[in-house]
């Protein structure tokens, strides 16, 4: 009985020995339950971001912050309450001998809070003067991407708040503590205070000037057509030939839900993968740029696209409540067309401001015609058609450049021999497919020229070109023979 029940025992210690972990295995079983738990939590906190912040909502916020005025001022804020304590603490360790007396470093403070409050006070008053001048000489539309967008003013504020809550907070506490570290940087952000006034006087007169927002609209329409049409037509690949329209009917619309607005962008990388995963073909049923009301098609869906859900869909489009230059080059010539015709309006009657806007309409039609404008058709990396997007062709671009001014336009000697002029540059630079189009807008002017002028030697000056409007044929007739 002897060995058997030893063997019994020696079964029964392996036993316990396997099913009771020792104190290292218990501690490594729950390290690892408890990287599971944070691993389960990490994906729950990763997928309520995607829900809560998808990619129209950051696009839509990115976008209001590169436009809102006080986003600087805020910051700036933020800094002085941040950096104060630490001046306290330097400023003690340094313990450096005072540069002013206890009564001149109160005065200064004082100054200075004076100085930025003034400053502030004047900013913003000259800020809501120019809005209002610029929206009834120029247009409404370059509030938003002229403006409120420009740099210079919204870091000028933030400046300007900075030097009055440090030098508030340092005139707060001059009576029971020397602040010898920040009385000097008082001291130097009140003379740049002084300094970045005087500057931002001056900049401000020089762009509100006409030809200084047309131009600076024109630049910028020039960075969003880089972003939007990278492709030069001389480095461009061959043109894939246009595939054919989807044979069968939508499988399923994406109505627009919520409020209406003008579509601002669209995340073209989300939709092709979401389409070729689904192995379909998403249909963007309106362009950028335009307004899309409630219950409006925004997606037509074709083959197992049907099953991608709505709210996916609607994440990657961003909305807002006027357009934006960020995916949208037409707007830049809608916006300068707009300073030109108003220009041209009995009201203001100023036909040299409007041939300085076809000065800027010329640079757009320039570099846009240099361009390989992009396919409604994005495939994936197999080649396979995945999306389809309506954008602007080379026709639309001429009509918005060209149709209004000459309507408005045509019976001003300036208008009519500038856009002479831009016409013809144009159609001896573009590829021939393009200059149809040009042509055409050439013999429209022609005719609306003969419509316009009684006197013969009128006439014959309308049906001039000149790059000056008045004033400069005799260089045109030079480039012209030099060009031959």
Known sequence: MGAPTYARLAALRDTYMTDVPDTASRERNRAH????????????????????????????????????????????????????????????????????????????????????????????GSLLVAIQVASAQLTPRIIATALLRDNVVRFSVGLFVFTLIIAEMALHRADTHAQRLITILVGVVGVATIITFLFLIDYAARLLRPVSIAARVADEGITVINTVYPERLADASPARPPLQEPAETPARLCMQRGTSGFVLALDVTTLVDEARRRDGVIEFVPEVGDLVAEGEPLFALYGGAAAIPDRKLRATVAFGRERTLEQDPMFAFRIVVDIGLKALSAAINDPTTAVLAIDQVHRLLREIAQRRLRDEDIVDDLGE?????????????????????RACGAGSLQIARRMRAMLEDLAGSVIEARRAALLDELNALDRAVETRYVLPEDLALARESDPQGLGGASRAARVRRLSR
């Open 385 to 405: 058609r995945r999306l389809i997007i309506r954008t602007p062709n080379w026709e639309d671009f001429v009509h918005v450049a060209c149709c209004e001014i």
């Open 33 to 124: 339950e408890l990287e599971a738990r944070a691993l389960l939590q990490w994906r729950r906190a990763v997928r309520y971001a995607k829900e809560v912040l998808a990619w129209n909502r950051l696009y839509r916020a990115a976008s209001y912050l590169r436009s809102a005025l006080w986003v600087v001022p805020f910051i700036a804020i933020v800094v002085v309450l941040a950096t104060m304590p630490l001046l306290r603490i330097l400023d003690d360790w340094l313990n450096w001998k005072p540069i002013l007396a206890e009564e001149g470093a109160q005065a200064m403070f004082q100054t200075v809070v004076t100085l930025a409050l003034s400053f502030l006070v004047f900013t913003f």
